[in-house]
């Protein structure tokens, strides 16, 4: 192999090993705005690193090294987002991300058994 493919595989091995570790920062996102957040983050950070890398021969690197830092950056933005969306409404996201508002207190007393189920007084 001529240096020039050597150097591109390890390029390309850097930049694939920054991504896994990228999603695996950023798969721990909680609500659906800072999921989508680090969607368009990576993707347009991507984009611009690319650009500016390629001005300097190193466009996988300056891929890797934005996709990264703008999933990072998108996941930081949503996140606060669906913080406040949180503080302003009582609810719940659940696992498909759509938004459940929390249910109004019951007016009469009561109990939940063992098996979750609620019993009036």
């Known amino acids: 192999m001529n240096q020039h493919v050597k150097s591109t595989l390890i390029i390309m ?45 190193r466009g996988l690197e300056g891929a890797a090294i934005g996709a990264g830092l703008g999933a990072l950056g998108g996941n930081a933005v949503g996140n606060a987002k669906d913080q406040d969306n949180s503080r302003h409404q009582q609810g719940y996201y659940d696992k498909q991300g759509r938004w459940h508002p929390a249910q109004q207190q019951q007016q009469q007393q009561g109990y939940y058994d063992k098996y979750g189920n609620y019993h009036y007084y």
């Open 13 to 57: 091995k850097k930049a694939i090993l920054t991504l896994a570790s990228v999603v695996t920062l950023v798969s721990c996102a909680t609500g659906p705005n800072a999921q989508t957040g680090s969607v368009i983050g990576a993707l347009a950070g991507a984009g611009i690193g690319g650009i500016i890398g390629a001005q300097s021969g």
